[in-house]
């Protein structure tokens, strides 16, 4: 925290609280938080319910109106419980990644690897499991669920998470050694604190990511089988299999409305809660509505005041710091590198059964991989280029802008949070009435799903620019195209390529639902790699499956090393701020 801005206490109403007496908080600001307590007990007994009901082989999806409330409910619950698995997850794994160099040589190539995988890949072997260990309730696909929205959600958490711990700054390390804090100490008031911003904005584009797949995670043929749990994607793709345009007008005002709720009753007070994290004075400062009425209500008080009294009266008497010994500290080092030689043998032993199950492919089943693989990467790379014409001048715009950031800012979080499947019919039925094909079709979708990435990248990086460097370019009298070529466009390089990244990761993901498309009572695909794992999946192929998904596997991880790792050390080396 800025020693100019000094950080508000738990229930201060303003300035002068201190000297005048806190503004009694209205009645009805206290029903408002019994009824939030109410609804929450209520949400958990219908999911309950739900839960442990008995599994049914195929479930009735309605249409109609009055059932929508309960299936959105059931999605919002779903993508909070993946988030709270992502979020565990992140902590453990990219801690252990950051803090050990020999488990960062395991770690890091496996997450790599992992990330690459689309949703699909994961779908077999979870349900297929999951459903055999919970036979007679829907426990196995809910779980299955879950975990499917988890793998849309995780990958950028974690990466984001492990940056932030690498990137803490050796003084305030050794400041917390100074103060004998404990590792646990240390990693609650400084590592996590360091990055509890940049992991709360990369959540919410988490979030998003596992959005994109709800209609997978909700509705999905397996051979044979067609599983479908009562849920919002599983709503709109009904409708869009039935061609019902009313149907796909109110699943898309339900989403809507689900996403403004997430904003405003979990973003907007975890950001303005995470601004005493940082000491940027330039970022708007973003306040919460709700969070300022919480807080003033008398059940929050009441519950903070015998929390506090709990604690007091039973906290244990401080004892000297006392110096770790060989023993326990040995035995801290290794624990990283035994959780990755574990991850090594795991991977080890899938890459022996993944070899057993592709044998049986042949020469026409390969050939047909590495042209769907050309052709998919081909839209990738046209899908990219185009965001990247309108996002950069946007973005740096924005970031440059802090008035225009406050008031753009909310609109932009909640359409890059909106499912770009859900909006793809409107798009699709566009491009074909205009006598466009779907492989033009395709290219649209993956732009709707990776221009995101790009924009919030640049954006941050065009506000990390300094203003004294802005204002000598001014005094130099330097031309618009100058300063963009001296000054924006390094300045934003690094940004500019982590967007680039995570783009492409998320456009190989977008493929599968991008060249393969239920539409109107038709089943509409063109060649490429995402059709060919959507194919497999739908028809129970799994040695095409798994062939499909190490193509991409290896392509995205491939790409990654020889061109973005080179790239990345350019940009460190050549375009990185001294200290």
């Known amino acids: 925290m800025h020693p100019s801005r000094p950080a508000p206490q738990p229930f201060e109403t303003g300035p002068g609280s201190s000297t005048n007496p806190p503004r009694r908080p209205a009645l009805w600001i206290d029903l408002m938080v019994v009824g939030l307590l109410i609804g929450l007990i209520q949400t958990l007994l219908i999911l309950a319910r739900e839960w442990s009901a008995p599994l049914r082989p195929v479930a009735d999806i309605h249409l109609e109106t009055r059932y929508l409330p309960l299936y959105t409910l059931f999605s919002f619950a779903r993508g909070m419980m993946a988030y709270v698995v992502s979020f565990c997850f992140t902590l453990v794994y990219g801690y252990a990644m950051a803090k050990s160099e020999r488990a960062e040589r395991v770690m890091l190539p496996v997450l790599d690897i992992l990330q690459s995988i689309p949703v699909l890949g994961f779908l077999p072997g979870l349900v297929l499991t999951l459903v055999r260990l919970f036979p007679r309730s829907n426990l196995g696909l809910e779980m299955a669920s879950v975990l499917m929205i988890f793998t849309g959600q995780v990958w950028n958490m974690v990466f984001s998470f492990y940056a932030s711990v690498k990137s803490v700054s050796p003084d305030l390390t050794a400041v917390a050694r100074i103060a004998k804090l404990t590792r646990w100490q240390t990693f609650l008031r400084l590592e996590l604190s360091c990055a509890t911003p940049g992991l709360l904005w990369n959540s919410m584009l988490s979030m998003a990511g596992g959005w994109f797949f709800l209609t997978v995670s909700e509705s999905f043929v397996l051979g044979e089988h067609d599983y479908r749990l009562p849920g919002l994607g599983s709503y709109m793709a009904v409708a ?75 906290k244990r008497p401080s004892r000297p710091a006392r110096a770790a010994t060989p023993s326990r500290s040995a035995g801290w080092r290794w624990a990283p590198t035994v959780v990755a030689g574990a991850i090594g043998l795991a991977a080890m032993a899938g890459a022996f059964a993944y070899f057993q199950m592709i044998q049986g492919l042949t020469t026409s089943d390969w050939s ?63 491009v074909l009435g205009a006598g466009g094909t779907l492989s033009g079709a395709a290219v649209v979708m993956l732009l709707l799903s990776t221009q995101w990435y790009l924009l919030f990248n640049i954006i941050a990086g065009a506000r990390a620019i300094p203003r004294e460097l802005v204002e000598a370019s001014r005094i130099a009298r330097l031309s618009r195209w100058q300063r963009w070529r001296r000054l924006v466009m390094p300045a934003i390089f690094p940004q500019l390529l982590t967007g680039w990244i995570t783009a492409m990761g998320g456009a190989w993901n977008a493929s599968i639902v991008a060249e393969y498309v239920k539409f109107k009572g038709q089943t509409l695909s063109t060649h490429g790699l995402g059709a060919l794992i959507s194919q497999s999946t739908e028809r129970g192929q799994f040695a095409q499956l798994a062939a499909a998904v190490g193509f991409m596997a290896a392509v995205v991880v491939g790409f990654n090393r020889l061109v973005w790792r080179p790239l990345s050390h350019w940009a460190q080396t050549r375009f990185a701020a001294s200290a």
């Open 240 to 314: 869009i299999e039935r061609g019902d345009g009313s149907a796909q007008a109110l699943g898309l005002i339900a989403m809507a409305l689900m996403i403004i709720a997430l904003d405003q009753l979990v973003w907007r007070p975890l950001v303005s809660w995470s601004q005493k994290f940082t000491t940027e004075e330039s970022h708007p400062n973003t306040d919460s509505w709700l969070w300022n009425h919480v807080r003033r209500a008398r059940l929050t008080r009441g519950f903070a005041l015998a929390t506090a009294a709990f604690a007091k009266r039973f």
């Open 368 to 430: 047909a991989l590495m042209s769907g693989t050309g052709l998919t990467f081909a839209r990738i790379l046209a899908a990219v280029a185009i965001a990247t014409l309108w996002t950069v001048p946007v973005g740096v715009a924005i970031g440059q802008r802090p008035s225009l950031a406050t008031k753009l800012q909310p609109w932009i979080q909640m359409a890059a949070s909106f499912p770009a499947p859900m909006i793809f019919p409107v798009a699709l039925g566009l």
